[in-house]
């Protein structure tokens, strides 16, 4: 009889314990689902790895050459928001960072999926300053946003290529 006692009260812990785990799950799956809205932030890029390694002090025009060589070798990209004041303000951009490249150190326009948790958007849209106060959209050219990338792209995604969880089609 102990035995059968034992053995209820085992499995009521175990089915305890998963239920217990299924609703803390539930509870960050919410929170993180809930945090990620679509933004437009303003600001200016910069190669994350500079940036940090320097404190915050690799940024504007003296740095734009150094960041530039860096996002074109495949450092990530991220921006500085306008008015920001501390160094962790910065916010990686999950994106191919070469073809931003040319426009490291300039004004930029990013339109995305914000993951505040992450500190990252997902950009949808980008756009940098033209000299006359307009704004030019820059093509991201990457497997992750799908463009640029014609019939091999889709013929990847259709095959079972990376999707990375985003649902990105």
């Known amino acids: ?14 089915a ?11 509870k960050h799956a919410e929170g993180k689902a809930g945090e990620n809205k679509v933004v437009t932030v303003q600001g200016e890029l910069i190669d994350t790895a500079c940036y940090t390694a320097s404190g915050g002090e690799a940024k504007g025009k003296d740095h734009a050459e150094c960041a530039s060589q860096c996002l074109g070798s495949g450092i990530p990209a991220g921006i500085l928001p306008e008015g920001s004041k501390a160094v962790t303000d910065m916010v990686f951009l999950l994106a191919n960072p070469k073809p931003l490249a040319q426009y490291a ?31 030019k959209e820059i093509k991201l050219d990457d497997f992750h946003h799908k463009m640029g990338g014609g019939d091999d792209v889709e013929k990847k995604a ?3 290529g ?4 985003g649902g990105h089609k």
């Open 158 to 160: 259709t095959q079972g």
């Open 1 to 14: 009889m102990s035995r059968m006692f034992s053995l209820v009260g085992s499995v009521v812990v175990a």
């Open 105 to 135: 150190g300039k004004t930029i326009k990013i339109e995305g999926e914000s993951h505040p948790g992450m500190r990252a958007i997902d950009p949808k849209k980008v756009h940098v300053q033209d000299g006359s106060g307009g704004w």
């Open 162 to 165: 990376p999707d990375h969880g």
């Open 16 to 26: 305890g314990v998963a239920v217990a785990a299924y609703a803390h799950e539930g």
